[in-house]
Every structure is written in structure tokens, then in C-alpha cells.
């Protein structure tokens, strides 16, 4: 019954590759996220979906490409992997709130190591 | 500037203390507020959220919010060994959660 869930966990790959990331969550929210964590710990939003609709896209390299099929998934793809992206990716998800609040939830994470 | 800073860690306090956390934030837009908790490893964990001035409590946790002063605290009371983790602020506007850079605090059985 997990909330929001991520796959793969851990992805180890050479540079140049094309690697995906997928996301699920079966909270019923309407907006989801992709995050990257650095070797720094500091969070940062990459892109967000509301109802399948891109509505946040942060300077974030064109090889990096979201994909919603619908709105419990997120996937993300990533053309020519560079050693800089090296990092941990976190998808999450929320549902907007009386007040216009929303609360996030964050799936495990996948562990991106580029060599 | 970045967007939310957060005092500088680590921050130690012995077992059964008051930890104390502090924020700020610079858009003042911001509609929302969370702290999350992240263990070493692992995703970050919705703790508290807060939206109006005052204060917010909910169990050993107490979040306290200043939007005059563009602040935001929390507090953990009665700290135990388990809450040994890294505390992270962020300030929500327009969908985007921004998140400052993590105070990791150190609970000494």
C-alpha cells in the first residue's frame, strides 16, 4: 500500500546512456513532482505536473524529459547521461487543500550514479 | 539570496531538551509552510505544516510561523535519540515547494 512509489531504487550507468526513471502514486492526487538531491543534501524541484499538464519546468538541462501518461504517473527520462547527474532523484506528489495549501509526499527515491 | 535558509547545523542537544529550528524566507508570496524530516538514506517525512501566525502543535512538535518577519520555526520537545535526523524548511507559492538547505540535528542519550 505504498503512497507513492518510485522504480528503480538504484540505477548505476556510463556516460552517454539514456536511463528512465518511473513514479507512481495511488494517493488520487492531482499534482506530481520530480526533485534532485545533490551530494549536498539541498533539495531542489525539477519539474511538475498538474493533471497531466506541465505547469513547473526549473532550469533544468533539455536532456531531462517528464513524461505523465496520466495522473498517477510520472516518469522521467534522461538522454546522455553526464557525471553531474549524478545524484538522488525523488518524485512526490500532493492535492490541493481548502485554503489553497497543498502537502507533499515523496516516494523512496532513486539513487542515480553515472560513471 | 537563496530562498529559505535555515540556521546553521549540526545542532546537538541532549536527550529530554528542546531542540529549536529557525527559518526564513525571502518571498513573501509564500502561502504555506512545511518541515520535513530526513533520515540519512531515506525520503523526506511530512512533520508539521503551517499557513496562519501563531503557533501550531501537534504532539512533541510545535511549529511557529511570523509572516511580518518572513519566519518560521519548530521546535521538538522532550528531543529523544530517534528525532537524530536532518530538518528540512520550505516555503510553498504558485506549486513549487522551495526547500532550504537542512539542519541536522544530534540527539545525546
Known amino acids: 500500500d505504498t503512497a507513492v512509489s518510485q522504480t528503480p531504487k538504484y540505477l548505476v550507468t556510463q556516460m552517454g546512456n539514456d536511463k528512465s526513471i518511473k513514479c507512481e502514486q495511488n494517493l488520487g492526487h492531482d499534482t506530481m513532482y520530480w526533485y534532485k538531491q545533490d551530494s549536498k543534501k539541498f533539495l531542489k524541484i525539477m519539474f511538475s505536473y498538474n493533471n497531466k499538464e506541465l505547469i513547473i519546468n526549473e532550469t533544468v538541462p533539455n536532456r531531462f524529459s517528464p513524461k505523465s501518461p496520466d495522473k498517477a504517473h510520472l516518469n522521467l527520462h534522461i538522454n546522455s547521461l553526464e557525471l553531474g547527474d549524478s545524484a538522488v532523484y525523488f518524485c512526490?506528489?500532493?492535492?490541493?487543500?481548502?485554503?489553497?495549501?497543498?502537502?507533499?509526499?515523496f516516494g523512496p527515491g532513486t539513487r542515480l550514479t553515472v560513471t | 539570496q537563496k530562498e529559505v535558509e535555515q540556521n546553521s547545523g549540526p545542532l546537538s542537544v541532549p536527550e529530554g531538551a528542546i531542540a529549536s529550528l529557525n527559518c526564513t524566507y525571502s518571498?513573501?508570496?509564500?502561502?504555506?509552510f512545511f518541515w520535513y524530516r530526513q533520515y540519512s538514506g531515506k525520503s523526506p517525512e511530512l512533520i508539521m505544516f503551517?499557513?496562519?501566525?501563531g503557533d501550531k502543535e501537534d504532539g512533541r512538535f510545535t511549529a511557529q510561523l511570523n509572516k511580518a518577519s518572513q519566519y518560521v520555526s519548530l521546535l521538538i520537545r522532550d528531543s529523544q535519540p530517534s528525532d537524530s535526523a536532518t530538518y528540512l524548511c520550505?516555503?510553498?507559492?504558485?506549486?513549487?515547494?522551495?526547500f532550504g538547505a537542512g539542519t541536522t540535528v544530534t540527539v545525546r542519550a
Open positions: 503551517i499557513y496562519s501566525n
Open positions: 512526490a506528489s500532493s492535492q490541493e487543500r481548502a485554503g489553497g495549501h497543498y502537502e507533499q509526499y
Open positions: 518571498d513573501r508570496g509564500s502561502q504555506s
Open positions: 520550505a516555503a510553498f507559492n504558485d506549486y513549487k515547494l522551495s
